[in-house]
């Protein structure tokens, strides 16, 4: 079974600041990748997904993500944070093929501090 | 916002009660799924279907039970609720296990069991 590992589980950056999230998963198949977001009493919206290509996705709100096959990473960044992007984020990891739905991993609890 | 309705949105039991939450659809996806919530865990699968009638575990599905009797709606039972069981219990669709598809999810269930 894949496994998804979220580095920090609370980060807390000032506005402006920049922002990476790690996040590492096991499995030796081909994957499809999504961070998702979860702003406070939400629920669960797509912030970028990588399925093949380009390895540099962009997603909304001016987050992108990398996928290093190699390191089986897919990190999260933006280059500056604001107010707004306070909220719950989460990797996740879901088999080509298969129907068992999506891996999370454990999340993120970022607080941007104006 | 992809079609999705969860009922209730709350609820408080007792213990030894059963359950059921309801997951409705508008999108005529085939696949659906249940997770559940929780602190520190990220969310984690309880039940999937595939098609009407055709359903599988998943990670944490002890003491849960689900049906799907039409493409729209995907019901998941707490055959006796325990406090172990208080959650925000997520609903997601699907259009498949292919490349590149994302999950959509519905807005939560906050179950508190007491």
């Known amino acids: 079974a894949q496994s998804v590992s979220q580095h920090n589980h609370h980060v807390i950056l000032s506005e402006a600041a920049s922002l990476e999230l790690g996040c590492n998963y096991s499995?030796?198949?081909?994957?499809?990748l999504f961070w998702y977001v979860q702003y406070p009493g939400q629920h669960l919206q797509l912030l970028l997904k990588?399925?093949?290509?380009?390895?540099l996705v962009k997603g909304i709100k001016g987050f992108e993500a990398e996928f290093i096959k190699s390191k089986f990473s897919f990190n999260l960044r933006k280059p500056s944070v604001q107010w707004s992007d306070t909220a719950e984020y989460f990797c996740?990891?879901?088999?080509?093929?298969?129907?068992?739905?999506?891996?999370f991993g454990k999340g993120t609890h970022l607080i941007i501090q104006p | 916002d992809a079609g999705i309705t969860q009922s209730p949105r709350h609820k408080v039991t007792e213990t030894g009660t059963p359950v059921t939450l309801r997951c409705h659809q508008t999108?005529?996806?085939?696949?659906m799924y249940w997770y559940r919530q929780d602190p520190g865990h990220g969310l984690r699968l309880i039940h999937y279907s595939y098609g009407v009638k055709d359903t599988d575990k998943g990670e944490v599905s002890d003491g849960y039970s689900v049906s799907r009797s039409k493409t729209e709606d995907f019901l998941l039972t707490l055959e006796s609720a325990t406090s172990s069981q208080t959650s925000v219990y997520f609903c997601?669709?699907?259009?498949?296990?292919?490349?590149?598809?994302?999950?959509?999810f519905g807005q939560g269930t906050r179950l508190t069991v007491v």
């Open positions: 997601a669709i699907s259009d498949g296990p292919g490349e590149g598809t994302e999950a959509f």
């Open positions: 499995y030796g198949g081909t994957v499809n």
């Open positions: 999108e005529n996806h085939r696949y």
């Open positions: 990588y399925f093949s290509g380009d390895p």
């Open positions: 996740a990891v879901s088999k080509r093929g298969g129907a068992d739905g999506l891996t």
